[in-house]
């Protein structure tokens, strides 16, 4: 049996998405700056292979890591950080889009929010825009450690029903203590097995 996710490797960096090479399969992870998207890409490879920070904005390129040759995982630059120069800000709109919009092979955008923020007008911004595509995505809650167990059920329920889904749609997620992982490194290898 194919184990996808065994080996995974840092492949390449690139800001301008017409440049990348075609792929057999990958998945995305796109969200707000700093909402955990690389570390629950490491979380879900078992490896520290993408870089996190405490400053938002660390991703600033369409990173890839490959899971076995053309399976790719890609760690998207955060939305929704108003610092750094201009002309890199006004560039990851148009680079995260034309990445989703030009790959073929993307069989999943995993899209998260913050679990105890919930979905922001931005957050609800990007569903929006996915809803209006024909693209695969799959709204995933992160950092759920922050949020008192007591109150998950109801944050879970508050947050899906603000992006018109059902509490079970959203996956609810940590990264830092590997609550709802192991389900999603499960849907990641499914979905990147030839
Ligand atoms: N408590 C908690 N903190 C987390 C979790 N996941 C990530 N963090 C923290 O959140 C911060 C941002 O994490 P990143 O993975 O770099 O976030 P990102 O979405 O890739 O950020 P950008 O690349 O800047 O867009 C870091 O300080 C992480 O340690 C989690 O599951 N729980
Ligand atoms: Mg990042």
Redesign the pocket.
Same mark, same amino acid.
């Given at each position: 049996m194919i184990q996808p996710l065994e080996t995974v490797e840092y492949l390449l960096s690139e800001t301008d998405p017409a440049r990348l090479a075609p792929c057999a399969a990958e998945v995305a992870?796109i969200?707000?700056?700093?909402?955990?998207?690389?570390?629950?890409?490491?979380?879900v490879c078992r490896r520290d292979v /993408?870089?996190?920070?405490?400053?938002?904005?660390?991703?600033?390129a369409i990173n890839v890591f490959q899971a076995g040759f053309g399976r790719w995982l890609v760690?998207?630059?955060?939305y929704g950080?108003a610092a750094g120069p201009e002309a890199e800000r006004a560039g990851w709109g148009p680079m995260i889009e034309g990445y989703l919009r030009g790959r073929p092979s993307l069989r999943m955008i995993f899209a998260?929010i913050d679990a105890k923020v919930g979905p922001t007008r931005l957050d609800l911004q990007m569903v929006e825009w996915l809803e209006a595509t024909d693209l695969p995505w799959r709204p995933v809650a992160?950092? /759920?450690?922050?949020v008192k167990s007591s109150r998950a059920q109801g944050r879970r329920r508050e947050a899906a029903h603000a992006m018109g889904l059902q509490p079970a749609d959203l996956a609810w997620?940590?990264?830092?203590?590997g609550l709802g992982v192991r389900e999603l490194r499960g849907e990641v290898a499914a979905l990147l097995t030839p």
């Open positions: 992870f969200g707000r700056s700093n909402v955990g998207k690389s570390s629950l890409l490491n979380a /993408a870089r996190v920070s405490n400053l938002p904005g660390r991703t600033r760690d998207l630059p955060g950080f998260l992160t950092k /759920a450690d922050q997620v940590s990264a830092q203590e």
